[in-house]
Nanobody, 124 residues
Framework: QEKLVESGGGLVQPGGSLKLSCAPS????????MGWFRRAPGKARELVAA????????YYTDAVKGRFTISRDNDLDTMNLEMNDLRPEDTALYSC?????????????????WGKGTQVTVTS
């Protein structure tokens, strides 16, 4: 059974940092692209960052470019999202998701397994 478990969320002040982790199980992690999505109250789910199966390409939504870094370790079966210079507008529930193949997509329907998410709250 495929499973994704996120960790690392929390409460942080503006300008602070957090590192989210995603622990996959039940599938061959190294053959699938992965993504981090977020959903803020009253807003649509948004793809924040994505990474190809071998890590050779990545995507960031414009709002997080230069502040967030997505990475994966296919030997350890982990994926991370390092978030720096956090802003109140980054407040959301962050979920990791498994794509249907080795290349990532921007469309949520292209992801077929989802974690329950970890809450990130940025406030002073």
């Amino acid at each position: 059974q495929e499973k994704l478990v996120e960790s690392g969320g929390g409460l942080v002040q503006p300008g602070g940092s957090l590192k989210l982790s995603c622990a996959p199980s039940g599938f061959n992690f190294d053959i699938y692209a992965m993504g981090w999505f977020r959903r803020a109250p009253g807003k649509a789910r948004e793809l924040v960052a994505a990474i190809s199966s071998n890590g050779d390409s990545s995507y960031y939504t414009d709002a997080v470019k230069g502040r967030f870094t997505i990475s994966r370790d296919n030997d350890l079966d982990t994926m991370n999202l390092e978030m720096n210079d956090l802003r109140p507008e980054d407040t959301a529930l962050y979920s990791c998701a498994k794509s249907g193949g080795p290349r990532f997509s921007h469309a949520p329907h292209s992801y077929d397994s989802w974690g329950k998410g970890t809450q990130v709250t940025v406030t002073s």
